[in-house]
């Protein structure tokens, strides 16, 4: 037995995946209640039910993220995949999820919505907001199914070694799923821990197309775990996961991932974001900025958190708010744009006039 089916919620690891249509695409098709018009008359093939799991895009996330195909189960964004994970290992009313706040809020709110129990082991601030590993590991008591890791996290944007997470990911083998969220690994000095699968059957990682590919408009992402666990997670899935058009759009920029064409745009939020930080660090008005491996930069205001945001939204520029919390004073976290639009959110950070004078 593989360790992650001690885990799994055990009615389903039998469950056989919904029976779909056969996927044939030269044969007449009669048997799936389609339309036999194409919108518009042009062949778009929107009439038909896209492909379930369409293999050129299951060969390109494999390719990019550096995985075998058997490895890659493409979902409608990360979000889908958190999803699927809570629902697949949590029983309701009865097992828990394991997050370190501050982080990514999908984590608790996939948990709240099947009625599972989430137990929060803070980041430790003092240390950079690194994981708490020994306060994880003993509250993962018995109930704890999933732990949700986030590597850059958001909105703190420090990455965890793979060392520190195939320890953990070892110490819980067969008890709990370790799942390390990658949505802005492109982003970061360290490669994606993906090419560890094969030395942890419980570890899962979270990839997105959403952020450094630029396309969070299609919903797509990727999980990537052992081949046995991706099967299985497969049939968990509905059967036409994903829209035809989000499989062609994915597809080609995988493509033009893996043959280093997005290099120059990621390349360049990377050097927006240290230009950034250093331009926040000497403002007044900003008291600390923590250094990001994402796309977003982490800042605690001066004096009000809420009036610095107050200060963007009269100049048209949107930043997110986090109110306080037991680890993390009020804070702002602004996203690294084009450099017109950095310029644009210094300008309108620049000290008003009133005090500017007074
Ligand atoms: C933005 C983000 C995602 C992406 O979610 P999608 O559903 O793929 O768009 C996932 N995880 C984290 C931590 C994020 O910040």
Redesign the pocket.
């Known amino acids: 037995m593989n360790s992650w089916q001690a885990v799994m919620r055990p009615e389903l690891l039998q469950l056989s995946g919904y029976s779909a249509a056969s996927d044939a695409r030269d044969l007449l098709r009669l048997h799936a209640n389609e339309a036999p018009q194409d919108p518009g008359g042009n062949s778009t093939g929107l009439n038909r039910y896209p492909v379930p799991q369409p293999t050129a895009l299951i060969d390109a996330m494999a390719d990019y993220y550096g995985v075998d195909s058997g490895e890659v189960l493409p979902v409608r964004?990360?979000?889908?995949a958190i999803d699927l994970l809570v629902r697949s290992f949590c029983r309701a009313g009865r097992d828990s999820v394991l997050v370190c706040p501050p982080t990514?809020g999908?984590y608790e709110f996939a948990v709240r919505l099947q009625d599972a129990r989430c137990v929060t082991v803070p980041l430790l601030r003092e240390n950079g907001f690194q994981v708490d590993y020994g306060s994880v590991l003993a509250q993962c008591t018995g109930m704890v199914r999933l732990v949700f890791l986030?590597s850059p996290n958001?909105p703190t944007g420090n990455v965890c070694t793979d060392v520190d997470v195939l320890e953990l990911a070892a110490a819980l083998a067969g008890r709990a799923i370790v799942v390390v969220?990658e949505?802005?690994i492109e982003f970061a000095r360290k490669p994606s821990i993906a090419r560890r699968l094969h030395d942890a059957d419980n570890l899962v990682v979270?990839r997105?197309?959403?952020?450094a590919l630029g396309l969070?408009g299609i919903?797509c992402?990727a999980l990537l775990a052992q081949a046995g666990l991706v099967e299985r997670l497969r049939c968990l899935m509905p059967p036409y996961p994903l829209p035809a058009p989000t499989i062609d759009a994915a597809s080609r920029q995988l493509l033009a991932a893996a043959n280093g064409q997005l290099e120059p745009q990621i390349d360049q939020i990377r050097s927006e974001r240290d230009r950034l930080a250093i331009a926040l660090h000497e403002h007044p008005d900003v008291h600390t900025v923590w250094n990001s491996e994402g796309n977003f930069l982490l800042l605690q205001p001066a004096a009000e958190a809420r009036d610095l945001e107050a200060r963007c939204r009269d100049a048209g520029i949107l930043v997110r708010y986090f109110a306080a919390d037991a680890v993390m004073p009020a804070c702002l976290r602004v996203t690294v744009g084009s450099p017109d639009e950095n310029d644009r959110l210094l300008d309108s950070l620049a000290v008003p006039r009133e005090r500017a004078h007074g």
């Open positions: 964004g990360s979000d889908d990514f999908m986030c958001n969220d949505a802005y979270l997105t197309l959403s952020k969070a919903r992402g």
